[in-house]
């Protein structure tokens, strides 16, 4: 079974920028990119515009944008597997990686696994009809396209993240509907009321999307009320899931300290988790920004940890 230095687990803004970082600092690091468990590059990839990434004032689109990435960590020297993680062992050192086809031993690990946004299975909504086709499931990564301007956005969801995106969709929609299947919403108090008193915010109580439809984008959706089962079509020019997001930490099976929400749990300010030479970075420790520039940011910031534990181990075994 082959050692390694640094293995990095997941692909994206944070797995690339770490393997950057790494690989110029000759670490030789070696990427799991996933393959069944999500597209190689992450959410990115199922991104059509990025706007808002620093250095292209035009705009990028998400596989693009990854693929620069993956090239410039290879241009270093990184070794990429296509394939997912199954397992590891982190209770002895070196770390043991199981992956589909490939399993090696690791000095130190970065895991930058992302998390996967919570979608409903409303018809139009799914892979190879409107996803990513004016259905979305970040307002602040999506909401600023021009399909969405001055037209009906439907937000799905109740609590602070759903009126959070909501409020930021007021800058660029004509009108934000909340949709939310229940008489209350389960957001904060002050939230809650932001969303009720904004001039450009109507709530659906006690209803659902029932279908999403349009020509090449999103055009109008079926709105169902719980309560009377009555059907009404709107036009529509956009629908935003915002009921949360999954971290993808299954496969560490409790060998890492979690938070409450599943959320990798690193040492504030740092990459650091409760394992010695395990480090996390991008979504999968980071449920408030989620963002490619913040994700990037932290993958650097888990390289030179990483190279920094690893000098450090080499500095004790040659004293």
């Not at 409107?130 to 399909?147: E, L, N």
């Not at 602070?160 to 929609?173: C, N, Q, R, W």
Request: hydrophobic share 40%; glycine share 10%; proline share 4%.
């Amino acid at each position: 079974m082959e050692r390694h230095k640094l293995v990095i687990i997941g692909s994206g803004p944070a797995s690339y920028t770490a393997a950057i970082y790494a690989a110029r600092a000759n670490l030789e690091p070696v990427i799991y990119e996933g393959y069944f468990a999500g597209p190689a590059g992450g959410q990115l990839m199922t991104t059509t515009e990025v706007e808002n990434f620093p250095g292209f004032p035009d705009g990028i689109s998400g596989p693009d944008l990854m693929d620069r990435f993956r090239k410039q960590a290879e241009k270093f020297g990184t070794k990429f597997f296509t394939e997912d993680v199954q397992s590891v062992d982190l209770s002895s050192h070196p770390f043991k990686v199981v992956g589909a086809e490939y399993n090696c031993q690791a000095d130190s690990l970065i895991i930058a696994t992302g998390a996967t946004a919570k979608r409903l299975d409303i018809p139009g909504t799914r892979d190879g009809e409107f996803w990513q086709k004016g259905v979305t499931a970040c307002a602040v990564c999506d909401g600023a396209a021009p399909i969405f301007r001055n037209t009906d956005l439907y937000v799905i969801g109740g609590g602070d993240t759903a009126v959070e995106e909501a409020m930021f969709l007021t800058k660029y929609g004509s009108k934000v509907f909340i949709v939310h299947r229940r008489s209350e919403l389960r957001a904060s108090k002050i939230m809650a009321q932001r969303a009720k008193s904004h001039p450009k915010i109507e709530i659906l109580w006690d209803s659902v999307i029932e279908k999403v439809e349009g020509d090449k984008v999103v055009r109008s959706v079926t709105i169902k009320n719980l309560n009377t089962s009555r059907l009404d079509k709107r036009d529509a020019g956009g629908v935003f899931f915002a009921i949360g997001h999954q971290p993808n930490t299954g496969f560490l099976n409790g060998q890492i300290e979690l938070l409450e929400n599943q959320y990798i749990k690193v040492v504030p300010g740092t990459s650091q988790t409760s394992v010695h030479g395990v480090f996390a970075a991008g979504d999968v420790q980071d449920f408030v920004y989620r963002q490619a520039v913040s994700a990037a940011g932290s993958g650097c910031i888990a390289a030179l940890e990483a190279e920094r534990y690893i000098a450090h181990q080499h500095h004790e075994k040659s004293c």
